[in-house]
Nanobody, 121 residues
Framework: QVQLEESGGGLVPAGESLTLSCASS????????MAWYRQAPGKGRELVAR?????????ADSVKDRFTIFRDMAKNTNTVTLQMNSLKSEDTAVYYC?????????????WGQGTQVTVSS
């Protein structure tokens, strides 16, 4: 069981920045990937950004060039950060940290509880 704890959500004006952090109870090296998903009111969950164990990253088209996912070595090796710049009202959503792990022949997916991001226009 991997525990994920998100932090950093809040209310910001459009155009500003916000930083989300996700602390994993497991070593990031033991995980296949870590990712951020979001769910806006009345919509389904969507992938925002993913970082593979190799360090390779992918982003949703809607956040490319604005959001960056990275391992925050300044904190500890088990924290992944989502830096969000030039925020738009459409970025308003609950953001979830997600980890995928392959263990003992099975794939497992773990979700954090989510953190609210609200961007005022």
């Amino acid at each position: 069981q991997v525990q994920l704890e998100e932090s950093g959500g809040g209310l910001v004006p459009a155009g500003e920045s916000l930083t989300l952090s996700c602390a994993s109870s497991a070593s990031i090296q033991s995980l296949n990937s870590m990712a951020w998903y979001r769910q806006a009111p009345g919509k389904g969950r969507e992938l925002v950004a993913r970082m593979m164990r190799s360090g390779a990253t992918t982003y949703a088209d809607s956040v490319k060039d604005r959001f960056t996912i990275f391992r925050d070595m300044a904190k500890n090796t088990n924290t992944v950060t989502l830096q969000m710049n030039s925020l738009k009202s459409e970025d308003t959503a609950v953001y979830y940290c997600v980890a995928d792990q392959y263990y003992d022949g099975h794939y497992y997916t773990f979700w954090g509880q989510g953190t609210q991001v609200t961007v005022s226009s």
